[in-house]
Structure formats: C-alpha cells, structure tokens
C-alpha cells in the first residue's frame, strides 16, 4: 500500500528499501506474490531518482532469484523505463545498481529470451566501453557475458556493438573482476561460428592470453584453456594462429600436465585434443614439440571417462598422421618413452567399453604393426649369410607337390588383443 504514496515520496523509499532487504533474503517470494513487481516497474519514472533507485535495487534482487521472477519482471516492461535511468543517470550510485539490476535480467539458465533483453545490448557495450566506474564496467560486461553465451544469433547481438577490442583490453588489467568477465563473453564469441571466432583472433585477443595462463587463480587459467579450446576447434587458418602464437601452445601444454589442477588439465585437454583432431601437420608437429604427447600419456591413468577418451583420441590421431610428420618424427618412439604403450594395452582391460576398444583399436592398427617389424629378423643360410625371401621348404601335406599353399589360414589375433572394426574419430 505504502507504494502507492506517490505524492510521498519519502514513504515510497523506505518502502521500496524495506522491499529490497526482504528480497534480497531467502523470502523473495513473499515479495513477489505480494504482487509489487508491477508498482515497482512504475516508480522507475518516478521523479525523485532516490525511488527510482530503490525500485530498481528491489527489481534486481526480484530478477536474481530465479528465473521464473526474472521472466515476470521482463515481462511486466521493467527494461524499458530501466534502460532511461542508464541513459540518464541522476547519481553514480543510481547507474551502478542499474547496471547491476540489468545484469540480472540477462542472466539465469533458462536464458530470456533474445528479444526481451537485446534493446538493452547497444546501452550495456556504451557502458562497458565508456564507464568510468570499475562495479559499471564489471556488471556491464558480465550481462554481454550473459547474452552472447549460446546460438550464433545470440553472440552476434553482442558482436555487432563491436566490443571485442575492449575486451581484449580488459585482458591486460590486473584486476581479475575486470579479466573474468572478458574472458568469458571472448570465449562465447569463440565458440559461434567461423567469422564470430575470428574476431576475437583479429581483435588480438591471443597474445593478451599468454600471461593469463600463469596467473595465480585457476579459474583465470581454466576459462582460458576453455576460450583456447574453442578456438582450436575452428578452421586450419585459425589452428595456424593458435599454434603459431609465441608461448601460448607451450603454456597450454603445461597446464596439461599432472602439476596442474585437474579442472584446468580438462580443459587444456580438450586444446590439444581439437588441435590434433581438425589440424594440419606442421600443427601435430608443434603439439608433440612442445611436450604435450607426455601429458596426454599421464592422462590414461585419470578415471574421468570423458578426459581419457579425448587422450586416446589425441594419440590415435597423432599415431595416424605420423607418416605425414616426417622420417625423423618417431612417434611410437615417443609414446614407449612416455609409457603410452604399456598404459594402452593396461586400458584393454578398462570396465567402460568405449575405453577398451579405443585402447584395442590403437595397439592393432600401430602399435603391434611396430612391434612385428622390431622383432622380424631376417632368415639365414646355412653358411650363415642372410637370404632375403627365403623361408623354409612346405611340405607336400600342406601345399602340395611342393609348392606354397597361399590360402592356408592366417593365425589367430592374439587372445589380449579385442578384434573389431575401427570407427571415424570424429570432432
């Protein structure tokens, strides 16, 4: 009742204030089905700019709660008259708990729908690129974070307002609330389709990405790997430039390795796992150049399924394009070395079927090939010399009349050994 004092507007704050602490409790609810979502919304063209404050303060924390009230609010038209005091701040305080409150209503799984929220993309770049005020520029970039995360079309409504460049400003800040909201919306851009992810490579996000692998906060380093990952998912061209950035393929490889945090490792994972996958062979030279075919081999001994299949993709991938790298590019060589080999024919006897028969499939197709060639030996004479192509004489039984029987049986595949056919690895 007290929000409809209009003509009071003292009455009007300190219920609106009132409204807010509740709402920002565990007792949101009891202000929603107040049914105050709707006063609010009005008091947002209030004239006096400390009630329009307090109504959009109790809007965000209504927003924030779940999505089903964040819906509600939407469509009760709070972006509107919520964008006008964005426009038109009347105090800095105003503009950072609108900024806030505007965060909130772009944020939440299920997301809201595009066109609810994409009137307010042009105002939220302005201000991200613009503000003064850090908890602006924060808030700012964290609701483009919120929009562009999902379809091409939601990426390319933030896009378009040509923020890229200031996010990978925002990259070299040393304050990582700045970083991590970048970080993320880059990702997200990274992650649409062919021309969204080169944007971020021509905006110069890769080189502002290198020192971020080596920042103290994992998290920092994980949505990295992840935006890297997303990168090298892309075309040959844009694996070129990943691989082809001075230090990045060589810090990703060592957040790959067993000193990392595991939740960095899987994402580093998948880095190399794509970049072996869609990649060319001068790009397969540089991942085994850089160390990471020994972090791959120390991932087959994790039990997160999903991490160890993308290993074993890796290395089948590297094994099959080996004859591509070059006569000095041993790469069984390198994987007995990391003790790939004896952790493969270990993993034939994994309990996930998936797992045994990637193992299976890699030890059939190159490894045993490998091994029959070290230990074939030449056949001897009597005198001791080598006779190429000589082999013993077949009995009369077996060929026949002397000769050699060409349809005799093959021998049996070794008992450890799980014959199947092998399938496309796909990415």
């Keep these: 009742r007290c929000l409809h004092a209009a003509e009071h507007p003292e009455l009007l704050f300190e219920a609106a204030w009132a409204l807010t602490n509740i709402a920002s409790t565990d007792r949101t609810s009891v202000v929603f089905e107040a049914g105050v979502v709707q006063q609010l919304v009005l008091l947002l063209r209030h004239v006096h700019a400390d009630v329009r404050e307090q109504a959009g303060w109790c809007l965000g924390n209504v927003a924030g709660d779940c999505t089903t009230y964040r819906d509600a609010v939407l469509a009760a038209g709070a972006l509107e008259p919520l964008m006008l005091n964005l426009q038109q701040p009347a105090s800095p305080s105003l503009l950072r708990n609108c900024t806030w409150t505007m965060s909130n209503f772009c944020r ?79 990702g997200n851009f990274a992650s649409g389709d062919e021309r969204q992810t ?64 595991w939740e960095v490792r899987r994402e580093a994972a998948w880095v190399v796992t794509n970049v072996v996958g869609g990649g060319q062979p001068q790009h397969l030279l540089r991942v085994l150049q850089v160390g990471a075919l020994k972090h791959l081999c120390d991932l087959l001994d994790v039990s997160d399924v999903r991490i160890l299949l993308l290993a074993l993709d890796a290395i089948d991938n590297l ?16 994987l007995q070395e990391a003790d790939g080999v004896e952790k493969i024919e270990a993993l034939q006897e994994h309990n996930n079927e998936e797992v045994y028969r990637k193992a299976a499939r890699i030890i059939t197709n190159h490894l045993m090939l490998e091994e029959e060639s070290e230990n ?3 056949n001897t004479t009597a ?9 013993p004489a077949p009995s009369a039984a077996a060929g026949g009349k002397g000769f050699f029987s060409f349809g005799a049986p093959a021998p049996a595949a070794p008992a450890s050994v799980v014959e199947f056919q092998p399938s496309h690895v796909a990415f």
């Design 108 to 186: 939440g799984k299920p997301q809201p729908d595009l066109k609810a929220v994409a009137p307010a993309v042009p105002m939220l770049a302005y201000l991200m690129k613009a503000a003064e005020d850090e908890e602006v520029v924060v808030d700012a970039a964290w609701a483009l974070s919120y929009v562009s995360d999902g379809e091409s079309d939601r990426i390319e409504a933030v896009i378009q307002q040509d923020v890229a460049p200031r996010l990978v400003k925002m990259l070299g800040m040393n304050k990582m609330s700045i970083v991590t909201p970048a970080v993320r919306t880059l």
């Design 319 to 334: 094994l099959t394009q080996a004859p591509k790298l070059g006569a000095s590019v041993d790469v069984v060589h390198m």
């Design 198 to 261: 080169q944007v971020v490579i021509d905006s110069g996000a890769l080189p502002a990405l290198v020192p971020l692998m080596s920042v103290n906060q994992r998290n920092i380093r994980k949505e990295v790997c992840w935006l890297v990952s997303n990168i090298a998912a892309g075309t040959h061209r844009q694996i070129s430039a990943l691989v082809g950035e001075p230090g990045l393929l060589e810090a990703v490889s060592e957040q790959l390795s067993e000193s990392a945090k």
């Design 383 to 391: 005198q001791g010399t080598f006779a190429f192509g000589v082999g």
């Design 376 to 378: 074939a030996l030449p």
